[in-house]
């Protein structure tokens, strides 16, 4: 398994030193109003899977991000689809990587709950509910090129995780064998928000390039989680998408996972009524 992946690492270098570009359009599908999913044929392939990476589009003036924490809901524990059903919500993602005891790894704040007090050294930040009207609604804060310490009394929720891709468009991603399935968050460079799915196996570093060379106008993005445990659901309109992670290096080598692990902290997002 590792000599094959070496084999995919290779060739993966040698697609983009040859330069990646786009071979695949994006195929916007609307939801509604402000929300829009596409499923992205990714133009390097996995070592398993269908490379497909699912993206959700969302205009945070017509929907807003919400997070839930097992912690702030009796420590009862769900699966993505669990919490869209518990909470009304259209769409679930993973908020991050946790703890032993269910607990972000990062700061986590919403409202008046912290889940961890604790700023780790990571340098994204999702922030949302602004407190005021003269910040955006939802960003993903830089903290080497932002000023957190301000920021960080400027909204009410935060959700601290692992930086991907830079305010500079950069991929700072360590460039390691290890490949997983992912989900990730990210905003694009009109301040849609983009909720991120990946089952194929990637390594980290050459996934963050195709994203970055997809037309999809990446500012930056941040981690979320990886392998059996990254989540993505979407059901709107007619429309249900379930994404269960499964292969991960040296933890599960395999592309056989079919069911949603439980998660303690999620991401979802509801139509905003006006």
Known sequence: MKKLSLLFALLVGIILLMGLKPINKIQWMTLDDGLYYAEYDSPVKSITGDSKINILKINPATYKLNLFTEKENGWVRRTAPQ????????????????????????????????????????????????????????????????????????????????????????????????MWSVVTIAMDKDGNVLFIFCRSPYRMHDFIDILLNAPIDLY???????????????????????????????????????????????????????
């Not at 990062?106 to 780790?120: A, L, P, R």
Request: proline letters at 3%.
């Open 83 to 178: 919490w869209a059903g518990y909470k009304n919500q259209v769409a679930i993602i993973n908020a991050g990587m946790f703890m032993g005891d269910r607990r972000s790894c990062g700061y986590m704040k919403n409202f008046g709950e912290i889940n961890n007090s604790h700023v780790s050294e990571n340098n994204c930040v999702l922030a949302f509910n602004p407190m005021g009207k003269d910040i955006p609604t939802v960003q993903i804060i830089d903290r080497q090129c932002q000023e957190w310490n301000a920021l960080r009394y400027r909204y009410q929720c935060f959700d601290q995780s692992i930086r991907m891709v830079d305010c500079n468009q950069v991929n700072v991603w360590k460039d390691v064998d290890k």
């Open 220 to 274: 930056n993005m941040m981690y979320l989680e990886g392998g059996p445990l990254a989540s993505f659901y979407l059901n709107c309109n007619g429309k249900q998408v379930k994404g269960i992670g499964s292969y991960e290096s040296d933890f599960y080598e395999s592309n056989g996972n079919n069911h949603f692990w439980t998660i303690p902290n999620v991401i979802g997002i509801e139509r905003i009524v006006k």
